[in-house]
T-cell receptor
Framework: ETGVTQTPRHLVMGMTNKKSLKCEQHLGHNAMYWYKQSAKKPLELMFVYNFKEQTENNSVPSRFSPECPNSSHLFLHLHTLQPEDSALYLC???????????FGPGTRLTVT | GENVEQHPSTLSVQEGDSAVIKCTYS??????FPWYKQELGKRPQLIID?????GEKKDQRIAVTLNKTAKHFSLHITETQPEDSAVYFC????????????FGTGTRLKVLA
């Protein structure tokens, strides 16, 4: 275990549903990240939080809404997703910006 | 925009042979270069990293070299074993100014027994 957990591990949702992904890190890190991993594509950085302040939003559609209530928890709220949003969503944390990242196991999302 | 190119996309080697994966980055301000290994169905895990103030780093069978002038860095795995089979990702990062952490497209390494 790397100390980064994600729930749920699998999620199937319709395009009109609203759901949330949860990430928790037990490593005392200050930075947390959301990534999207699609088949045959590089890991896409979506959001970055440093000391629970959002520092990066890589042109992510507004149907993805992050929330970071504290340095240990990170959420990704999903609503009115599209089938092309189906992917593995990975959370990661690092001691600080620019340090090695520790990844969670990911949430496999399928949008029907 | 900034990007990281990674080659090859797939690589097959015989057990015991060496494997080399190369990455090129575009942002000269990048100063941290990690390599991650992702086994099938598992999360990416850091295997080695290098910062811009050194040219080479080694950890047992794994080494990384960095050429800042040419803006490329490479992963070297010697004496490959079947358990080295996985997808390997390079990344380039900078923490100053606008935060960036950009991954390469990945290399699927197969070590044939």
């Amino acid at each position: 275990e790397t100390g980064v957990t994600q729930t749920p591990r699998h999620l199937v949702m319709g395009m009109t549903n609203k759901k949330s992904l949860k990430c928790e890190q037990h490593l005392g890190h200050n930075a947390m990240y959301w990534y999207k991993q699609s088949a045959k594509k590089p890991l896409e950085l979506m959001f970055v939080y440093n000391f629970k302040e959002q520092t990066e939003n890589n042109s992510v559609p507004s149907r993805f809404s992050p929330e970071c209530p504290n340095s240990s928890h990170l959420f990704l709220h999903l609503h009115t997703l599209q089938p092309e949003d189906s992917a593995l969503y990975l959370c990661a944390s690092s001691p600080a910006h620019g340090d090695e990242q520790y990844f969670g196991p990911g949430t496999r999302l399928t949008v029907t | 925009g900034e990007n990281v190119e990674q080659h090859p996309s797939t690589l097959s080697v015989q057990e015991g042979d060496s494997a080399v994966i190369k990455c090129t980055y575009s942002d000269s301000a990048s100063n941290y270069f990690p390599w991650y290994k992702q086994e099938l169905g598992k999360r990416p895990q850091l295997i080695i990293d290098i910062r811009s103030n050194v040219g080479e780093k080694k950890d047992q069978r794994i080494a990384v070299t960095l050429n800042k002038t040419a803006k490329h860095f490479s992963l070297h795995i010697t004496e490959t074993q079947p358990e080295d089979s996985a997808v390997y990702f390079c990344a380039a990062s900078k923490a100053s100014g606008t935060y960036k952490y950009i991954f390469g497209t990945g290399t699927r390494l197969k070590v044939l027994a």
